[in-house]
């Protein structure tokens, strides 16, 4: 099985921006309330922990006819599909992600249960050749 996680290069870039327009309107509202500068400097925290949450949490994997995302932490799988039972892959790039070469991935199966109907793999590296490997993936377990 190939595994792939959340792009580092993108995770950075956007943590840098968040944490830097944190410091900007900390500069700004200082002078005004202590208490809205405190409550600004916490949200500054909050970009460190979408990073770390992102790239630890999860993994997204497929190979072996099948589809998986599962945590990393506890190795348990949350969800689970064949492959054959894709439909569609699509590909979807801010304008970030774009500069990071990350995107976001949907895969849409023909699950029965709402929870497999759709698998949301959010800013993976070089998303376009995962997409395309999803479709060959794909297609081979519906040609055999």
Same mark, same amino acid.
């Given at each position: 099985m190939?595994?792939?996680a959340?792009?580092?290069k993108?995770l950075?870039a956007?943590?840098v921006m968040?944490i830097?327009?944190?410091?900007a309107?900390l500069?700004a509202?200082?002078w005004?309330?202590?208490?809205?500068a405190l409550?600004?400097?916490?949200?500054a925290?909050?970009?460190?922990?979408?990073?770390w949450?992102?790239?630890?949490m999860?993994r997204?994997?497929?190979?072996?006819?099948?589809?998986?995302t599962?945590?990393?932490?506890? !190795?348990?799988?949350?969800?689970?599909?064949?492959?054959?039972a894709?439909? @569609? +892959? $699509?590909?979807?790039?801010?304008v970030?992600e =774009?500069?990071?070469?990350?995107?976001t991935?949907?895969?849409d199966?023909?699950g029965?249960?709402?929870? !497999?109907?759709?698998?949301v793999w959010?800013?993976l590296?070089?998303?376009? @050749? +995962? $997409?395309?490997e999803?479709r060959?993936?794909a =297609?081979?377990?519906n040609?055999g």
């Amino acid at each position: 099985m190939k595994s792939v996680a959340c792009s580092r290069k993108y995770l950075f870039a956007r943590s840098v921006m968040e944490i830097g327009l944190t410091a900007a309107l900390l500069c700004a509202v200082a002078w005004f309330d202590w208490i809205v500068a405190l409550s600004i400097a916490l949200l500054a925290v909050m970009p460190l922990w979408f990073l770390w949450k992102c790239r630890t949490m999860y993994r997204f994997a497929f190979g072996n006819g099948q589809i998986r995302t599962h945590k990393v932490f506890t !190795n348990h799988v949350d969800i689970s599909a064949p492959a054959h039972a894709i439909q @569609s +892959v $699509a590909v979807y790039q801010g304008v970030v992600e =774009s500069i990071c070469n990350a995107g976001t991935i949907e895969i849409d199966t023909s699950g029965t249960n709402l929870q !497999n109907a759709k698998f949301v793999w959010p800013h993976l590296p070089d998303p376009d @050749s +995962v $997409a395309s490997e999803l479709r060959m993936l794909a =297609s081979g377990a519906n040609d055999g």
